[in-house]
């Protein structure tokens, strides 16, 4: 069956950088887009951003474009978020989720567990 | 705020039915298909309904979508107190070129 772990979270210093992964099984990682989504305490879903099946193209929301790269391995079926210049509005639990298709945006059929992002000093 | 528009809460009895309302704009909901997502207390969101009206396999048919113009509307009959969660709305906004979620909506069964 189709399974996403997210791993890497932590607490981290404002400013600071950290690297989210996301290890994928139980499916052809390599034919569908990925995305990323996070949950503020509390609070509703942000998506984040997607990558084209063969990271072709990416998208990202404006809140973190520009500090936030997307990027996969699809020889180690693996997806991956590099955060950069971290903020305290950072802080969240972030999702990784499968789209339905090789370059899907509207529908996210598989979502892993999460893994907790602190911004904090 | 969020791009698009869901009630923050609804609570009905159980047995009973009720709806969610998502409203969007053409960039959105009005050119691209939605997604109902159910998140249950403490779990990871998980896919409800997709391409505005479809249920994946293993969602009861107690679930059903529909959507007109620019917004979407989620059903939920024969309520149970399982069904207690947030329930969120999302697509694909063509102008931003970017996700877009509902704010979510609590459901409580009374």
């Known amino acids: 069956q189709v399974q996403l772990v997210e791993s890497g979270g932590g607490v981290v210093q404002p400013g600071r950088s950290l690297r989210l992964s996301c290890a994928a099984s139980g499916f052809t990682f390599s034919s569908y887009a990925m995305h990323w989504v996070r949950q503020a305490p509390g609070k509703g879903l942000e998506w984040l951003a997607v990558i084209w099946y063969d990271g072709s193209n990416k998208m990202y929301a404006d809140s973190v474009k520009g500090r936030f790269t997307i990027s996969r391995d699809n020889s180690r079926d693996t997806l991956s978020l590099q955060m950069t210049s971290l903020r305290a509005e950072d802080t969240a639990v972030y999702y990784c989720a499968r789209a339905d298709w090789a370059n899907g945006v509207t529908v996210l059929d598989h979502w892993g567990k999460g893994t907790l992002v602190t911004v904090s000093s | 705020q969020s791009v698009l528009t869901q009630p923050p809460s609804v609570s009905a009895a159980p047995g009973q039915k009720v709806t969610i309302s998502c409203s969007g704009s053409?960039?959105?909901?009005?050119?691209?298909?939605i997604s109902w997502y159910q998140q249950l207390p403490g779990t990871a969101p998980k896919l409800l309904i997709y391409?505005?009206?479809k249920r994946p396999s293993g969602i009861p048919d107690r679930f059903s979508g529909s959507k007109s113009g620019t917004s979407a509307t989620l059903g939920i009959t024969g309520l149970q107190t399982g069904d207690e969660a947030d329930y969120y709305c999302g697509t694909w906004d063509s102008s931003l070129s970017a996700g877009v979620f509902g704010g979510g909506t609590k459901l409580t069964v009374l």
């Open positions: 391409d505005n009206n």
């Open positions: 053409s960039s959105n909901i009005g050119n691209n298909y």
